[in-house]
């Protein structure tokens, strides 16, 4: 098989690229990323050489560039992976959500129907659901659950899922789309809550903690999200929503002290500070389909899952250092320096 993944120098993606060519050296993947500032090559550079991986620098919007991708390569798959994905970011900028995540879908659709694909693959978000309250543990997302965004980040993934499922009814493009809840795990850009946190605390620097550090998130090692996407594309029926998640809810409170535990430093770093707009309280997945129909379910539990991303990130201290010297001081400033 022939498989684009696009932003597969990305966190997930990146995953994704070294899990698939471990468990099928015979596929060949195509990466297609625009190496933004989340767009990492040092996460790839162990397959570079591999002759079962293409890299091509481009960005999913590109329609010229993108048709003559697919014109070239005739690929049998394609998984969508590329996105702007922070949703602090999506507060402050807005417009290259909609370009990247919206715009950028279509565009790969396009040339879906143009070249014909066996199977177009949309990795989505459980955010596009919106969010649970607080009060109502017995409440979980569906995939029946209505859209429902809050950020435009959300709002443009949610757009971009419309899109897939136009395409399909439509145009009769077999494709499908998993909803995932948060994951950790190594190459996570250290903007998200886990490796912000860690990267903080091993530099003995303050932790922002959003309000009261209440809201809760449903935590899945990164790994298991591959294993789920691998499985919908080759089991899932085309046409569907499948949600994927591990029943690991933690309040952001938990989780930064159990980070400030493993690493011995004191729950004295961490600063509440204003909260961020429209944020959403609770995300909870029900996972029951994808269990039952693929036998999808977690594999490594937050326990240790916690464990080996906190040994990553030490072993890796090049990795994410080389990351926060850079423009990303910037970014820092402008989004917690008056907090
Ligand atoms: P990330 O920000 O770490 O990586 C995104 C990658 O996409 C980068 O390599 C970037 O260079 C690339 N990219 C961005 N815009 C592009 C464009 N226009 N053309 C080509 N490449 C482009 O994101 P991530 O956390 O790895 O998320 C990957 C996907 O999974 C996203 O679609 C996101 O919405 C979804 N998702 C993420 C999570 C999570 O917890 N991180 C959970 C559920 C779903
Ligand atoms: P994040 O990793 O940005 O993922 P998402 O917002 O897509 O769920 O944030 C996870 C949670 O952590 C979210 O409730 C916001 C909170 N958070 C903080 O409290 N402080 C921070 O510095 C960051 C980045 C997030």
Redesign the pocket.
């Known amino acids: 098989m022939k498989i684009i993944v696009?932003?597969?120098?990305?966190?997930?993606?990146?995953?994704f690229v070294h899990y698939m060519l471990e468990e099928y050296p015979d596929d060949h993947i195509i990466c297609?990323?625009?190496?933004?500032?989340?767009?990492?090559i040092e996460?790839l550079e162990s397959v570079m050489d591999n002759e079962k991986f293409t890299f091509i620098k481009?960005?999913?919007?590109?329609r010229l560039l993108v048709d003559k991708l697919f014109r070239d390569e005739k690929p049998d798959v394609v998984i969508?992976?590329?996105?702007?994905?922070?949703v602090d970011r999506s507060v402050t900028d807005p417009d290259?959500f909609l370009?990247?995540?919206i715009i950028?879908t279509g565009v790969l659709l396009d040339a879906c129907r143009e070249y014909g694909i066996k199977r177009f693959h949309q990795?989505?978000?459980?955010?596009v659901y919106g969010d649970l309250p607080l009060d109502r543990p017995d409440l979980f997302f569906t995939e029946d659950t209505p859209i429902h965004t809050s950020s435009p980040?959300s709002a443009s993934?949610a757009s971009a899922d419309l899109l897939v499922q136009a395409y399909h009814r439509t145009f009769g493009l077999p494709v499908t789309i998993?909803?995932?809840?948060?994951?950790?795990g190594p190459?996570?850009?250290p903007e998200?809550l886990i490796p912000l946190m860690i990267a903080n605390a091993l530099n003995d620097k303050e932790l922002p903690v959003y309000s009261k550090g209440e809201n809760v998130r449903d935590w899945?090692y990164?790994k298991d999200?591959c294993i789920a996407i691998d499985l919908i594309v080759r089991k899932g029926t085309v046409g569907e929503v499948y949600n994927?998640g591990g029943h690991n809810e933690k309040t952001n409170l938990e989780v930064v002290k159990i980070i400030l535990k493993e690493l011995g430093k004191s729950e004295d770093l961490i600063k509440f500070v204003a909260d961020r707009p429209g944020h959403d309280r609770r995300y909870a997945i029900d996972p029951t389909k994808i269990g039952n129909e693929l036998g999808w379910e977690p594999t490594t539990l937050f326990d240790e899952g916690i464990k080996k991303t906190i040994g990553w990130y030490l072993d890796n201290r090049s990795w994410w250092e080389n990351i926060i010297s850079g423009e990303y001081q910037n970014y820092y400033e402008k989004m917690y320096g008056n907090r």
């Open positions: 696009t932003g597969g120098a990305g966190f997930i993606g990146a995953n297609l990323d625009k190496l933004t500032y989340a767009g990492n996460n481009g960005d999913i919007a590109d969508n992976f590329a996105a702007e994905s922070h290259i370009q990247s995540n950028g990795v989505s978000t459980d955010e980040y993934k998993s909803r995932c809840s948060n994951n950790y190459y996570q850009f998200k899945l990164v999200h994927v």
